[in-house]
């Protein structure tokens, strides 16, 4: 099996039933393991086996159900799909314009109480007849195809509802119209209800133009972060400098890049060094230096000085490409309170259309006289109040702004979910290493015997170490080129996870590690224990040398904790969230680093595959937790914890490691996501009270049950003024997300 997972935009969608209709079928293509639609951005992201999937099976699903999936070959540029959008709002804009003109011109003539200021000629059926037809066969046309389809495939959602409503107003005021007589001979006075029809659909479809521009605006953050890709680079060729399109570039490639100018894509620097502001993929604005063999992202904006810098990574393999990548799927995903609005929303259709029935039936027995008149008004009410927008909107809505925003401040979510769960959370263990420190250690002291000499000492374990990726052995390798100290070449050199390292050097058989190392080679380190002590108060890392099995050396590494430890921690904890740090350091080390954080409880000497055993302990006590990590040694633990969160390292950014990533590696973006969750999860909390109770308040208002005992009906034109606000207001109130501080 070879699972894909890949986004199709979708043509035809209107409400939350439209969302589950497609989800259903797409879902019974056998090979599709998950299909989530999103009403927001107008896409379904479908996974699936592409050995037995091929995007015309999606296609044809997605058909089959009444609705359009552009398929690859479909899709057209981002310009293209903006002059597109523009066409369809301008298209939309002059169908709201002339429905609600003509609707406007029929109300003037028909309205009772207003209907005698109006021209003789405007009063004539006949005239408002011409009037209401083109809108409902012309600006309301969409309706009824949406309709045709959906009934075709055995499904209704809200166009349904619409195309019923505005047609039962639309053909009683035709009969009313033509056959006058039917209507006298029943004893009622035969009214056209022109004005109703034509003003529903230019209120239905002029709520759907301001919801289609404040939806545009959700996705602001995808388009920004394309936008920021450099359009040509400098590329150094043949021993000429000449400009080329960015999709030119090849891996390997030489860069030139001037002050000012944007970074074209990720790469090396093999010459000069410079300043770059990174703010636009980290979120922070303090501009960063950089010299030879240091990593550029980029779409970064390069301050001051020239460089040049190898290609490593282009095309969909960049940062950037990879952050847009991450926040379109985040916004495409679904959160799991959605389900609840989608479930209801797949029986809200069928249930309205009972619902309409009953009230006709009830009016038309029960209700005042005429009472086919109120029957059929009334009726129109319901099928109008009820469509269910603002329940597909309220949960997407908030997600497509809350995942941008987060996007924004170099902090990348990768699903809904993950948005969802963050703002449960109530416990979060830190890892020591490249997370709360720079994890970048040097060396503090270099203790030997009386008989050794510190530089043949640093020459040996250098060299030992030199094989090791350990930080540790990174600072000690420094610390040996930084003094000009030859290396010796190595045999038998083996790593010991969590332990040390040994080999053979100069004919010597050397371990070096700590005192768990020493342990398990049964070297005794008691005679020095005061003055490893000493040193890890000191917030040091000790490691011990043995040569041929004594004990020969204490080299001292000490790691500094980063700038935005400290603050970080305390936002964390004034939020009320419980602090641990984990790490595979002795424990008065450990202490010494948790003691200049802030921190209390903490958990050292733990090896890195026992992390995810300590995590599932504190879950076990009944806490949410989350794992901040680098996203790589720390993934078990990331991946068992209630939410991952991996700080971003570069251009190796951890996304399949962790829910979150922090590209801007800055400790306060962990209370930063944790807010960003809170209030989207508020927002979304509104939107959902507000659809569900403007259905449930208003559906029984529109049915007439005030009349009995207030003579109060709800207009249809009112009804569908309402319904239009409704969505406007959920997709509003999502937007203001966009000015939330985190």
Known sequence: MEET????????????????????AVKKVDGVTDCAVNLATEQATVTYDKTKVTKDHIASAVKNVGYRALVDEEIKSEEEQKKEKQKELTLLRNKVIFSLLFGGLILWGSFPGIMNTAPSFLQNPLLQFFFATPVQLWAGWEFYRSTFNSLRHRSANMDTLVAIGTS???????????FPQIFHGLGISPMPFFDTSTIIIGLILLGRYFESRAKSQTSDAIRKLAGLQAKTARVVRDGNEIDIPIDKVEIGDSIRVRPGEKVPTDGQISEGDSS????????????????????VVGAT???????????TKIGSDTMLSQIIKLVSEAQGSKAPIQRIADLISSYFVPIVLMLALATFAIWYDFGQTPALLFALLNMVAVLIIACPCAMGLATPTAIMVGTGKGAENGILIKDAESLETAHKINTIIFDKTGTLTNGKPVVTDIITGQNEDKDKILSLVASLEKGSEHALAEAIVKEAEKQQINFLPVENFQAIPGHGVEGKVDGKVLHFGNKRLMETKHVGVAHVNELVSKLETEGKTTMFLTIDGRLSALIAVADTVKASAKEGVERLQKMGIEVVMITGDNKRTAEAIAQQVGITRVLAEVLPEQKEAELKKIQAEGKKVAMVGDGINDAPALAAADLGIAMGSGTDVAIEAADITLVNKNLGSVSSAITLSKKTMRTIKINLVWAFGYNILLIPVAAGVLYPFFHLLLPPVLASAAMAMSSISVVSNSLLLKRAKI
């Open 168 to 178: 039962v107003a639309y053909f009683y005021s035709v009969v009313v119209t033509f």
């Open 301 to 311: 904006l390069n301050k001051s000085g020239t460089f040049l810098y190898k290609a």
């Open 5 to 24: 997972k890949k986004i199709y935009p979708i043509k035809g969608m209107h409400c939350a039933s439209c969302v589950r209709v497609i989800e259903r």
């Open 276 to 295: 770059l502001d990174e703010s636009m993929i980290t979120g922070e604005s303090i501009p960063v230096e950089k010299t030879i063999g240091d990593t």
